[in-house]
């Protein structure tokens, strides 16, 4: 996790902030005092060194029920980049961890930016469906869009890779057709491969037995998207100027 609460100074600190891009020895000192403590449950951190794979971050002492304690270097990694990638686009409109309060729903959103118009995009990142997800289907508030990405862990192929298996959590967050999806079928599901620094969209989702989905897939590089400002989808360049006046900017 990268946003943390300071129990000294009441204040929420996020690792990303320039200013802690050079004190993060200062972190450590204090994340090792207990003075920083995870936002959800309140219990105390570590602060972890950066690693060949996964940017420094804080974890949890122990395991517990929350669900920042378990988090995967995969996930971390995916979360911090879709953070960066959201950060250049909309610098001032985006926050880590952010409770939707959303009835029966303990999973806060990972990344939530600010769109057009007042509206929200919330993003979260899955290794695995939560089993209990019926809440975050059906209770958004009125003005926040629900996007799901799935990591690459996540991701199972079939027919040569021409096709999609999705579990029924994924099928569950397929997300609705957009004017961006330019073949008929469902809608469309992201996932993220933070270790290439890659985003797959699968557009045009279709059931042809069973759980296999044939698809239209995208695979490219995560600085070559934009969010459309109109409900924070995620988007190839070349599909946003072709459809440009969906979008506000």
């Known amino acids: 996790m990268f946003i943390v609460f300071d129990n000294e100074t009441h204040k929420l600190v996020t690792r990303m902030s320039p200013e802690w891009q050079s004190g993060f020895d200062n972190l450590?000192?204090?994340?090792?005092?207990?003075?920083?403590v995870c936002p959800w449950c309140k219990h105390k951190l570590w602060f972890r060194e950066e690693s060949e794979r996964c940017r420094s971050y804080f974890a949890h002492r122990s395991v517990l029920g929350c669900p920042y304690s378990c988090m995967s270097d995969e996930k971390s990694e995916a979360v911090a980049q879709l953070y960066d990638w959201l950060s250049q686009q909309r610098p001032d409109e985006v926050s880590f961890a952010v409770d939707l309060q959303i009835k029966d729903w303990n999973w806060p959103a990972d990344v939530v930016v600010g769109l057009s118009k007042g509206k929200q995009s919330a993003y979260w990142v899955f290794e695995r469906t939560p089993k209990h997800r019926e809440a975050v289907l059906t209770g958004m508030p009125e003005n926040v869009k629900r996007h799901v990405l799935y990591t690459m862990s996540a991701r199972k192929l079939?027919?040569?890779?021409?096709?999609?298996?999705?579990?029924?959590?994924?099928?569950?967050?397929?997300?609705?057709?957009?004017?961006?999806?330019?073949?008929?079928?469902?809608?469309h599901l992201y996932f993220i491969d933070p270790w290439q620094h890659k985003v797959w969209l699968y557009r045009g989702l279709r059931c042809k037995h069973a759980n296999e989905y044939e698809c239209e897939p995208h695979e490219l590089p995560l600085s070559a998207c934009?969010?459309?400002?109109?409900?924070?989808?995620?988007?190839?360049?070349?599909?946003?100027?072709?459809?440009?006046?969906?979008?506000?900017?």
């Open 28 to 36: 450590h000192a204090l994340a090792n005092s207990g003075q920083l």
């Open 158 to 187: 079939a027919e040569g890779n021409k096709r999609l298996i999705l579990s029924a959590g994924q099928r569950d967050f397929i997300d609705d057709k957009s004017d961006y999806d330019t073949r008929s079928g469902l809608g």
């Open 226 to 249: 934009r969010v459309s400002l109109r409900n924070g989808e995620i988007v190839a360049r070349e599909e946003r100027e072709l459809v440009l006046n969906l979008d506000d900017v």
